[in-house]
């Protein structure tokens, strides 16, 4: 077993929050249908509470199917339900105004998106994987979960998602992270499976005399360059490999956030091995 990541640990405090006031057991799903369809921005955004068919008419779904999903939202005790002129009205509740809007700085619609279109799906396998005792990654995706990323970055909306809540994690946790210790004697910096540069810039915020080296899949760094702008900064790269066998660069200091929990023991093992040995002698 591994640790969670402290993102899938804010996560979960956030689902036992909203099961424990609502005693709904199926929450996930509505969790998600709702977040994918922009009923919390949509209501984050109203100047007033609306009721189900302005909901409908203004995401552009059926009446019916929004009625029955707003008022199951309500039962979760996301969304507050109050009749005015014999008419059901619906606004968001303190919760999903905090952590399922888009525009929150606590948002975790995102991590949601992507765990709905990710290892969500394999808790439909629930059982077995109790009797075999292994993850269940090649029924869900038809790879093994060496592959998994693979898999992943096939899909259009998932690495959204996944670069949306990298930038989030970078705004709310970055800075904080990047106090906890002084850098200034590590002036070059590899963020090992850095995805869109969230810590990178992060960390260029913190020590501008930096220069900082992204080395992610090739999948994840050509998408990072085709669909997300940045500014152009000389003092952040991006480098393709596998961090499991390509060379890596030589930097003064080695970052894995967010990447060690997605591997066994021992490909964790190996990897840190190839990270001590890629840093410069007296360096970390």
Same mark, same amino acid.
């Given at each position: 077993?591994?640790? !969670?990541? !402290?993102?899938?640990?804010?996560?979960?405090?956030v689902?036992?929050?909203?099961?424990?006031e609502?005693?709904?057991?199926?929450?996930?799903?509505?969790?998600?249908?709702a977040?994918?369809?922009?009923?919390? @921005?949509?209501?984050a955004?109203? !100047?007033e509470?609306?009721?189900?068919?302005?909901?409908?008419?203004?995401?552009?779904?059926?009446?019916?199917?929004?009625?029955?999903l707003?008022?199951?939202?309500?039962?979760?005790?996301l969304?507050?339900v109050?009749?005015?002129?014999?008419?059901?009205v619906y606004?968001?509740?303190e919760?999903?105004?905090?952590?399922?809007?888009?525009?929150?700085?606590?948002?975790?619609q @995102?991590?949601?998106?992507?765990?709905?279109?990710t290892t969500?799906?394999?808790?439909g396998?629930l059982a077995?994987?109790?009797? @075999?005792?292994?993850?269940?990654?090649?029924?869900?995706?038809?790879?093994?979960?060496?592959?998994l990323?693979?898999?992943?970055?096939?899909?259009?909306q998932?690495?959204?998602?996944?670069?949306?809540?990298?930038?989030?994690?970078?705004?709310?946790r970055?800075?904080?992270a990047?106090?906890?210790?002084w850098?200034?004697?590590f002036?070059?910096?590899? =963020?090992?499976g850095?995805?869109?540069?969230?810590?990178?810039?992060?960390?260029?915020?913190?020590?501008?005399?930096?220069q900082?080296?992204?080395? =992610?899949?090739?999948?994840?760094?050509?998408m990072?360059?085709?669909?997300?702008?940045?500014?152009?900064?000389?003092?952040?790269?991006?480098c393709?490999?596998?961090?499991f066998?390509d060379?890596?660069p030589?930097p =003064?200091?080695c970052?894995l956030?967010r990447?060690?929990? =997605?591997?066994t023991?021992?490909?964790c093992?190996?990897?840190?091995?190839r990270?001590?040995q890629?840093?410069k002698?007296?360096?970390r």
């Amino acid at each position: 077993m591994h640790a !969670p990541s !402290p993102r899938c640990v804010r996560l979960s405090v956030v689902l036992k929050r909203i099961k424990a006031e609502s005693g709904f057991c199926r929450c996930p799903e509505v969790l998600f249908a709702a977040c994918e369809l922009g009923v919390f @921005d949509l209501l984050a955004e109203a !100047p007033e509470a609306l009721g189900s068919a302005a909901v409908a008419a203004r995401l552009g779904v059926s009446s019916r199917g929004t009625e029955l999903l707003l008022d199951a939202c309500v039962s979760l005790k996301l969304l507050q339900v109050e009749v005015r002129r014999e008419k059901a009205v619906y606004e968001s509740t303190e919760l999903a105004s905090t952590y399922l809007a888009r525009a929150s700085p606590k948002s975790q619609q @995102d991590m949601l998106l992507y765990t709905a279109r990710t290892t969500y799906l394999c808790w439909g396998h629930l059982a077995t994987a109790v009797r @075999d005792g292994k993850n269940q990654y090649l029924k869900a995706f038809g790879v093994p979960s060496e592959e998994l990323f693979t898999v992943i970055y096939r899909s259009r909306q998932a690495p959204f998602f996944f670069f949306g809540l990298a930038e989030r994690w970078r705004l709310q946790r970055g800075n904080i992270a990047g106090r906890g210790w002084w850098l200034s004697p590590f002036p070059r910096v590899c =963020d090992l499976g850095g995805g869109s540069r969230a810590l990178a810039k992060a960390c260029m915020s913190l020590y501008p005399g930096s220069q900082v080296t992204v080395f =992610d899949i090739p999948d994840v760094v050509q998408m990072a360059k085709r669909h997300f702008s940045f500014l152009e900064d000389e003092r952040i790269g991006f480098c393709e490999g596998d961090f499991f066998k390509d060379r890596l660069p030589e930097p =003064d200091l080695c970052i894995l956030a967010r990447a060690l929990h =997605d591997w066994t023991g021992e490909k964790c093992s190996h990897l840190l091995g190839r990270t001590y040995q890629a840093c410069k002698t007296g360096r970390r």
